[in-house]
């Protein structure tokens, strides 16, 4: 199963990297707000450019491995990505979609694992590897 991770960087800007392994690299987006398991919540997603598989693995004094896991690539089409994850904190399907030049929009899909006003980030946000938080 090819794996995904979500790394939590305090870079000028704090934000969520959210990272699939596909085509022998992780197609990269990074979502300012975080995934979120409300369905009715849509999240910024701005493509970044690939990273290489080791990325994966990365935490330093300003990343954190806020979830990784495997995922089910469920449907690809230019413009539109749907994923089923199996991660720590992420479950379910989520849907990427292209909506001009970086621009995307994360959805989490109304599923089993869909969790209407939660706020994963806020609720859980240490490392999935260590524990640590970025403060």
Do not use: C, N
Request: glycine share 12%.
């Amino acid at each position: 199963m090819p794996r995904f991770v979500v790394q939590l960087h305090h870079a000028r800007a704090v934000h969520y990297d959210v990272r699939f392994e596909l085509g022998g690299v992780l197609r990269s987006w990074a979502v300012p707000k975080g995934p979120s398991l409300d369905p009715g919540e849509r999240r910024l997603a701005v493509a970044v450019p690939d990273h290489d598989l080791g990325h994966a693995d990365y935490e330093g004094p300003a990343v954190i491995i806020w979830d990784e896991g495997g995922f089910e690539l469920v449907r690809e089409r230019e413009g539109h990505l749907v994923v089923a994850l199996e991660g720590h904190k992420l479950h379910g399907g989520f849907a990427l979609t292209h909506t001009g030049a970086k621009h995307w929009i994360l959805v989490k899909m109304d599923d089993a694992a869909a969790r209407r006003g939660s706020d994963i980030v806020a609720e859980q946000p240490g490392s999935v590897r260590t524990g640590r938080t970025l403060g």
